[in-house]
């Protein structure tokens, strides 16, 4: 895929990171164990498709050592009733080959409650044993997907980099 704000010569900071996907509303990118996604704007069924087929083929790659997270920024609407069925399917698929997800949640006290609120709803059909957990900083995500991953070293200082780079690479809407 060609990056939007990619300049000639400008390398992914972390080995292997691959950017997908890299929409004004949303982006995907993966290395290693992670897939990452920013959520900038509304989810869309065409997005969640994407990333479904992502975390089945990183599930594959990787049973039991792989990690989906997500970025909510501020201004992210949360999903629909229906694409959160479709969400919650994508992840429940792989049951346990998907070790533990995780997701920011940017935003004011007020919003961030109302987000986790509809989260929390949505992790409830997760398998059982698959952690989740929710987060106010990238930084505090990181070091708990660490944990859940512990042989990959640096991972916690690889995914800040890996969500940095994805950022940057969403065009301005």
Known sequence: MTLPNDTEGSRPPVDGLVVHDAYPHWGMAEFGPCLIVVWRGNVTEE???????RISLLAAQRPGHCTYLNVIERNSPPPTPPLRKIAMADIA????????????????????????AIMTGMTLLRPAGQPAKFFKTVQ?????????????????????????FLRAQLPKA
């Open 47 to 53: 997005a969640l498709r994407k990333i479904g087929e």
């Open 93 to 116: 698929r792989p049951g346990k080959a998907l070790t533990c997800i995780g997701a920011v949640i940017e935003g004011n006290e007020f919003r961030a409650a109302l987000v986790r």
């Open 140 to 164: 505090e995500m990181s070091r708990w997907v660490q944990g859940q991953l512990p042989d990959v070293a640096n991972l916690d200082g690889q995914i800040v980099l890996a969500v940095e």
